[in-house]
């Protein structure tokens, strides 16, 4: 697994998911799609998000 960091460049909402690779996703804020993750790094093992 992996962690990806995205940011909105539309409304500069920050989240992070857990993915099996690094995979494009939509804003849940302004609905922006298909963004790219700035930043990817391999699970910490017992690693869980906040939200
Ligand atoms: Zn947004």
Same mark, same amino acid.
């Given at each position: 697994?992996?962690?990806?960091?995205?940011r909105?460049?539309?409304?500069?909402?920050? !989240?992070?998911?857990? !993915?099996?690779?690094?995979?494009?996703?939509?804003?849940?804020?302004?609905g922006?799609?298909?963004?790219?993750?700035?930043?990817?790094?391999?699970?910490?093992?017992?690693?869980?998000?906040?939200?």
């Amino acid at each position: 697994m992996r962690e990806n960091f995205y940011r909105c460049p539309d409304c500069h909402e920050e !989240w992070a998911e857990p !993915w099996e690779c690094e995979v494009d996703e939509d804003c849940a804020h302004c609905g922006t799609r298909r963004i790219t993750p700035y930043k990817s790094l391999p699970m910490r093992e017992g690693f869980t998000f906040d939200t």
